[in-house]
């Protein structure tokens, strides 16, 4: 069973800057489309970003402009540039295919607050 592993979240005020880190157990994250997710309280979750097999990137539109979607062959891991973080940002972020198929993992909480 693939285990998702999210990490890089925090504490931070509007205007700032995180970058989130997503690394899979088990599995060639290269080979595969990818996807941060975000899930705030009371909502559903939502795609934010994600990253094709071939390289392309595609971005939701609350999030065009401020992320970057990336990844790193070498390292195994997906990244998420956030910057010019708004509190609406605020939300528990997950990595996972996309469309979604593995199971999710704990997410890494990133709160946007002054």
């Known amino acids: 069973q693939v285990q998702l592993v999210e990490s890089g979240g925090g504490l931070v005020q509007p205007g700032g800057s995180l970058r989130l880190s997503c690394v899979a157990s088990?599995?060639?994250?290269?080979?595969?489309?990818m996807g941060w997710y975000r899930q705030a309280p009371g909502k559903q979750r939502e795609l934010v970003a994600r990253i094709m097999g071939g390289g392309t990137t595609d971005y939701a539109d609350f999030v065009k402009g401020r992320f970057t979607i990336s990844r790193d062959k070498a390292k195994n891991t997906v990244y998420l540039q956030m910057n010019s973080l708004k509190p609406e940002d605020t939300a528990t972020y997950y990595c996972?295919?996309?469309?979604?198929?593995?199971?999710w993992g704990q997410g890494t909480q990133v709160t946007v607050s002054s």
């Open positions: 088990g599995r060639m994250l290269s080979i595969y489309n």
């Open positions: 996972n295919t996309n469309p979604s198929t593995w199971t």
